[in-house]
T-cell receptor, first 114, second 112 residues
Framework: QQQVKQSPQSLIVQKGGIPIINCAYE??????FPWYQQFPGKGPALLIA?????SEKKEGRFTISFNKSAKQFSLHIMDSQPGDSATYFC?????????????FGAGTRLAVHP | NAGVTQTPKFQVLKTGQSMTLQCAQD?????MYWYRQDPGMGLRLIYY???????DKGEVPNGYNVSRLNKREFSLRLESAAPSQTSVYFC???????????FGDGTRLSIL
């Protein structure tokens, strides 16, 4: 199935909290899992990405945890700040007809309150 | 370095009108993509172009046409706009070798 299910739809945390966004997939042919961050009025921007042969990847305050057997991956934001308030999309890459394509989750709107 | 530039940023159309959304990238990328973004549905691929001179359908191509004018430019055309095409449209580009897609800032299109 060419679907990526993302939850929750929205999330509110206090400054310093650790929001967690979860994604699940069915297609084992997906080979690359990026997370995008989108601010209002802007396009999505790549935040962090992981390949399925790695269980965890950290970049600054952002961490992806990947569970290949469960077909699930999640984004954790450590010490969240009001500036992290944005919409976050998980995605999965697959190859069709020899070309790379992305399937996106529905998005999570995160609000970090001061 | 502008990256991916989309024009116009906003547009209001009447049902049945036609419109071309423009996209240009200055990163010398081979692949370009058009997505639409609707609330609660993420981004859905409309059309893509793997290289200059080639285009192919994505997940939701009905009601749209595309042209890969040259390596830099990839346009999306609505021949007869319908209210269901009210959306935010994003163009993206990508180089070879596993690099991520780079997105423009979108065109917000309303069809009355």
């Amino acid at each position: 199935q060419q679907q990526v299910k993302q939850s929750p739809q929205s999330l509110i945390v206090q400054k310093g909290g650790i929001p967690i966004i979860n994604c699940a997939y069915e297609n084992t042919a997906f080979d690359y899992f990026p997370w995008y961050q989108q601010f209002p009025g802007k396009g999505p921007a790549l935040l962090i990405a992981i390949r399925p042969d790695v269980s965890e990847k950290k970049e600054g305050r952002f961490t992806i945890s990947f569970n290949k057997s469960a077909k699930q991956f999640s984004l954790h934001i450590m010490d969240s700040q009001p500036g992290d308030s944005a919409t976050y999309f998980c995605a999965a890459n697959y190859i069709s007809g020899g070309y790379n394509k992305l399937i996106f989750g529905a998005g999570t709107r995160l609000a970090v309150h001061p | 370095n502008a990256g991916v530039t989309q024009t116009p940023k906003f547009q209001v159309l009447k049902t049945g009108q036609s419109m071309t959304l423009q996209c240009a990238q200055d990163m010398n990328h081979n692949s370009m993509y058009w997505y639409r973004q609707d609330p609660g549905m993420g981004l859905r691929l409309i059309y893509y172009s793997a290289s200059e001179g080639t285009t192919d359908k994505g997940e939701v191509p009905n009601g749209y046409n595309v042209s890969r004018l040259n390596k830099r430019e990839f346009s999306l055309r609505l021949e007869s706009a319908a209210p269901s095409q009210t959306s935010v449209y994003f163009c993206a580009s990508r180089d070879r070798g596993g690099q991520p897609q780079h997105f423009g800032d979108g065109t917000r299109l309303s069809i009355l």
